[in-house]
């Protein structure tokens, strides 16, 4: 009943060289000339192998055991995450990613995303650790200072050091322009923090010798909303100019979170009461420092939902193979038994099917946006490089909230599978349920993601950049040489949502209320287009081919046509009824 | 963070007696003569009261306590859930519905039904301990012999005992047709009963003097499958033919599960080791017998979801009145403060609503199934009661699946509506998602309501009850004296799910896999259906009459034609694809 993964790699690869040619891109751009195959094809094989042999037999214990509160600020994670991290650390994975100058690999997003997936895939509590370290070296190196960047970042890429992000308050989440925490200068440059931050993810832990956190608060003058929050890094231990660790710092954990899942990830309420912290960046201008590594942060956070469905639905492939209960509908597979296996059912093959193809279009879109997110950072033409930075900027909430809308759907449809023995802890579904929930809620809830891609993203530019994309869905489903049925239903879902657009841009003109009541349903039929784009592209990779794996791409593109694409139309359907169903209530109506 | 509960008791009235004329049914019909709308009042504000002062109060306490097992047989339940269970016995709810030759109330389940919702909102571990002791109570009425209901009605009736229903084993869930547990006569006529049953819902617990188990075993000759089934009543201490209890019989817990959810019902492993059972009903019929009780049952389980999803609306609906965060699109609402309340935004109302309209079609539903059992059990007319029966037969798997599943989307959503809160075990939501959970997965799990639905209840009979159901709601939905939008989008989907039904039984005589495939999806288009033909009633029901409540009935209608309805087209075009993108691929494929 212990979980069991086989990391993906064949599918990996499919996605990385069969369906983008990520090679080619790689020798074609000089800054990613130091990425090969070879090297990239060990990175995967290692990585697998970690995952499986060190993080998955650390998911299910963690669970049970919870990270805790020891009192005084101390954080206890469970039993073998300390040496885990040490060994995680040392293999070099969080560095891998990360700047070369300070000790990092370089590696582009393509391959980090297929490191995070395996992470995530074997153990999502303990993927939080270092992916709060990268996440807060991405930062750093977009906004700090060549002397801040070269004291930080060389012990996070090391883990040495973890990262934090301290945005959220009690009173202020969704809404960053009300927080309280205040910063005011001292004499020597540095700044005196005093605030209490909540859901802080690795806020303290006993896995690192020094804890970087960065802050956002707000200085003496600073103007009101988001205009007036600034950044700072506030460490746990302060860093003298040698790089040493110095003394303590006045931040400490009050508390922690008892939680659904992620249990063994430490979520800390932090108290800054006057800690020392360093201005990142100019002051005023700390959101814009998050935003660059959000992008990032939030392709990962759908690659959480990525793993975990890849979890589910193999364990859940393994129950239906063994489990032995009533007959095949074509006749009885398994005379010598008293039943057959399940997996001969319909039913349950719909349901490993949905996983599966929400799986495969996850780890191809997430993978398109990667492409961009690595031609933005490593390429040389400036349009090029523009042009990828606004599709980032495009699909990012796709990335976040519809990679992970599926993937728990994914993991539910896949603890169905189990029957009764899906809602026992011991199998270990459950947890996967649990665990991937949180992905729909942070780094800005699936409705924020929604509202970035309707108001900010789509209604802001008049839909330029979305009816782009649309173009270029359109031309790649024409451009497809099979008659597979995929495309067909692409061309349809591309006009759904052009016309879906361009009826939303009208209503956004007159009605302040249409983004807000249509976004969520907006995402969902955009969403789907992005998935029967992604299958365009994997039947053209998989076309003329020979082998079962191949054939069984262009069966499961016809599965999604079939048995997931029209959801496309319901959402699409309820995004252009408007806002007046939902607005014409008073506010007294809801209790 | 204590869950908050106010019992829904408008909207339960409004059911009962503006939706359904309750009253009227009543009077006309002799058996019910002695149900008059003040003892109903009575009854129902009674339950409010008790739900929400007892019950809820032991929801998250034991949650957090969870049922323990002791060793040695022994199962102790959360602090307060023995008193609870005495009160709750002694208030005489336990035999609310019972017959009245052995001390039960003969309550119609139109009225049993609203004060299962508010057991199942207020506390859903707690409720299975009555819930199951009703079911145990419902078979024996349909399948015992006159002296084992005298022995044993009563007391399950007065709580002084409990009851359970032992059917699953370890590799037998759905296909009980391959149980092994084996009952062998003994000399003095009654059986020695001799295996392990799983998943027993109170199969051990401290809250009566005795627990009767209701078991299904194979009698030494009897015929392979589930046509060699038998019932035997097996109480844990022997009760004497004077009705007192004797020596402790030979079935023993031998642990209990831990679970997602519903921590504090204890789900045991029971041991039978040469028991002493007595046979209920005729030898190999023991199938036939739970089956009386489960259409009663399942409907219970469509409650647990509806009392659950009523649950998590209020707290979401008092939560987001409460949260300040952001400005209203439409113009600044709270002017003294730094934000205005999340109920102004669009998105919160969407989900929020979302749960309302579910539970309010949920619970219209719930009472239409109910008042066709109430008129199959107390009516006087033959062919009105076999309709009535047929009607049961058909909506059944509906009323348990569809009503289950739109709960646990509810749950979900409102806990969305919570951003990070939601994730706390504090607030409580996330109890709400971890226990209704279960309410997909056991009764049957909705796969399999919906191979009911589409393979025995419509394929059997060539859709002839289907088909007359959907005349029902057409013909409803065209006599509406109203424009309302509901009207012309219930046609429509009546339109479909007739095109569909027609599809499906024409597919299914050329292939064989055609049921299993499409089962799910249909099942959840004629779900919609039948939560748009409830807000046909509903809307006639408030057309012409004067206040808010009525009116937002009105507009709750439309937003669920407007933004649930749609989804009826998704599943109605994913059935209607058919079962080649699911049964093209070998079961080698799924690893």
Redesign the interface.
């Known amino acids: 009943m212990t979980l069991q993964y086989h990391a993906p790699l064949d599918e990996m690869r499919f996605t990385l060289k069969d369906v983008f040619d990520a090679p080619k891109f790689w020798q074609s751009t000089p800054k990613l000339a130091h990425v090969d195959e070879e090297t990239v094809d060990m990175i995967l094989d290692e990585m697998a192998r970690f995952s499986s042999e060190v993080l998955l037999p650390l998911n299910q214990s963690g669970d049970d055991e919870s990270a805790q509160y020891l009192g005084d600020g101390v954080v206890k994670t469970p039993k073998g995450y300390k040496e885990a991290f040490a060994a995680y650390a040392e293999a070099g994975w969080i560095g891998l990613g990360g700047d070369e100058q300070y000790g990092g690999q370089a590696m582009p997003k393509m391959v980090t995303m297929l490191t995070e997936e395996m992470l995530f895939a074997t153990n999502q509590a303990f993927a939080l650790y270092p992916n709060l370290t990268v996440g807060a070296s991405l930062c750093l190196m977009a906004a700090a200072s060549d002397e801040q960047k070269a004291l930080y970042l060389p012990k996070l890429y090391s883990g040495e050091w973890a990262g934090t992000m301290c945005l959220?308050e009690a009173?202020?989440?969704?809404?960053l322009g009300?927080i309280k925490t205040k910063a005011v200068p001292n004499a020597d440059g540095s700044y005196a923090i005093t605030g209490t931050k909540?859901?802080i993810t690795g806020g303290e832990h006993d896995l690192a010798q020094n804890i970087v956190h960065l802050v956002l608060a707000k200085l003496p003058d600073a103007p009101a909303g988001s205009k007036g929050i600034s950044l700072f890094i506030v460490p746990k231990f302060l860093v003298n100019a040698d790089g040493l660790m110095g003394e303590r710092n006045a931040v400490q954990a009050g508390s922690i979170?008892?939680?659904?899942?992620i249990k063994a990830s430490a979520t800390c309420v932090m108290n800054f009461d006057g800690a020392t912290g360093y201005l990142v960046g100019e002051p005023n201008t700390g959101l814009a420092a998050m935003f660059v590594m959000m992008n990032y942060e939030r392709v990962t956070m759908g690659l959480q939902g990525l793993g975990a469905s890849v979890l589910a639905y193999?364990n859940a492939?393994?129950y239906?193979?063994d489990r032995?209960?009533?007959r095949a509908?074509?006749?009885v597979k398994n005379a010598d038994k008293?039943?057959d296996?399940i997996?001969?059912?319909?039913?349950?093959?719909?349901?490993?099917?949905n996983a599966?193809a929400n799986s495969v279009a996850a780890r191809t879109f997430a993978m398109y946006v990667a492409r961009q997110l690595d031609e933005a950072k490593f390429g040389e033409n400036p349009e090029a490089k523009a042009a990828a930075h606004a599709k980032v900027a495009l699909l990012t909430p796709i990335a976040k909230a519809f990679l992970t809308d599926r993937a728990?759907a994914a993991a539910?449809d896949c603890q169905?599978v189990f029957?009764?023995h899906?809602?026992?802890?011991?199998w270990g579904m459950?947890q996967i349920?649990?665990d991937v929930?949180?992905s729909?809620?942070?780094e800005g809830?699936?409705?924020i993601q929604?509202?970035d891609l309707l108001g900010r993203k789509t209604v802001k530019d008049n839909g330029a950049a979305m009816f782009a994309f649309i173009d270029e869905v359109r031309t790649a489903a024409a451009a497809l040489q099979s008659e597979h049925s995929i495309k067909e239903a692409t061309l349809n879902a591309a006009k759904r949502v052009q016309d879906l657009t361009e009826h939303l841009l009208a209503s956004a003109k007159s009605d302040?209320?249409a983004?807000?009541?249509?976004?969520?349903d907006y995402l969902g039929a955009v969403g789907y287009l992005c998935y029967a784009y992604m299958y365009v592209l994997i039947v053209a990779a998989a076309t003329d081919k020979t082998g079962?794996f191949y054939a069984?791409k262009l069966?499961l593109a016809?599965?999604f046509?079939?048995?997931?694409l029209?959801?496309l139309?319901?959402h699409a359907?309820?995004a252009q009824?408007g806002?007046k169903?939902?607005?014409?209530?008073?506010?007294g109506?809801?209790?």
Not at 422 to 426: F, T
Not at 561 to 564: A, G, Q, T, V, Y
Request: aromatic fraction near 10%.
């Open positions: 959220t009173h202020a989440g969704t809404d009300i909540i859901f979170e008892h939680k659904m899942g193999q492939c393994a239906a193979q032995l209960q009533g509908d074509t006749g008293v039943a296996s997996i001969h059912h319909g039913d349950v093959r719909r349901m490993l099917l599966k728990f539910v169905q029957g009764g899906g809602y026992i802890k011991e459950e349920v649990r929930r949180i729909q809620i942070y809830t699936n409705s929604a509202l302040p209320s983004i807000n009541a249509c976004a969520v079962e069984d069966k016809q599965y046509s079939e048995r997931n029209p959801q139309y319901a359907d309820m009824a806002s169903s939902i607005m014409q209530f008073d506010a109506f809801f209790q």
